[in-house]
């Protein structure tokens, strides 16, 4: 069932990345890290649905997507980079990809992070992060998606890659996640695993934990 629903907020998270809040239909429910097919209502793009995960909880008062714009695509996000309160959104019934199943890592690539929010935002209100742990790849410092928060929620097990761009800090470790690299910073790999990136993200990370002893069931990642 498709849902038109009012943008009541808009706020810039990075330089690429926006946070929408909008009305929330009376019933509609989700658990954390499940997306749903959002177009805009607009003439030329109500047909042009993509999946969007929600990055607020169920029992908030709107909902709340985080979303990286892509202007240089002349597509979706980059009218969803334009939009303003008052605008809308068409949205459908919620679906599942991204479950969270028991305590472990989740590895994410860029904007893949999104479904992770949620899913964090839960366990922390409810006083169960455990040991979870996040391992965040980015292209450079300005790229990481609610670093603020995560650092809050996460403490030390927010682990920060930066890929593109050297930089002084310790609380970033250059480069790319390799084998070497997981092998170096998890020492459990009959944990749970949380993977979600670009393809060749999933496809590399999925290989390396499967080669470390990683069990396939307990890897959870986005379809």
């Known amino acids: 069932m498709a849902h038109t ?13 926006v946070q929408l809040r909008l009305e929330k239909p009376e019933g509609y429910s989700f658990t954390p890290g499940q997306a749903t097919e959002v177009s805009i209502d607009k003439e030329g793009w ?10 607020s909880l169920n029992d908030d008062p709107l909902l709340e997507f985080v979303i990286k714009v ?3 695509h002349d597509g979706v996000t980059e009218q969803i980079g334009k939009l303003k309160a008052g605008d809308a959104l068409i949205i459908d019934d919620p679906w599942g990809t991204i479950e969270y199943k028991s305590e472990g890592v989740f590895l994410a690539g ?28 980015n292209k450079s410092d300005k790229d990481i998606i609610l670093k603020e928060e995560f650092e ?11 890929t593109d761009e050297p930089t002084e800090e310790h609380i970033y470790l250059d480069g790319f996640i390799d084998k070497d690299f997981l092998n170096d910073h998890i020492n459990d790999f009959t944990q749970s695993f949380y993977v979600c990136g670009p393809g060749p993200f999933n496809k590399a990370m999925m290989g390396y934990l499967k080669e470390l002893g990683a069990n396939p069931e307990a890897l959870v990642f986005e379809e």
Do not use: W
Not at 46 to 55: A, C, G, V, W, Y
Not at 152 to 162: C, H, R
């Open 5 to 17: 629903l009012e943008i009541k907020e808009v706020e810039n998270v990075t330089h690429d990345v």
């Open 46 to 55: 109500r047909d042009e649905k993509r999946p969007f995960t929600f990055t």
């Open 70 to 72: 892509y202007p240089e």
């Open 110 to 137: 860029g904007a893949g992070v999104t479904p992770f929010i949620a899913i964090f935002r839960d366990l922390h209100k409810k006083g169960e992060m455990g040991n979870n742990k996040l391992i965040f790849s």
């Open 152 to 162: 809050e929620m996460l403490g030390d097990n927010f682990i920060n890659v930066i």
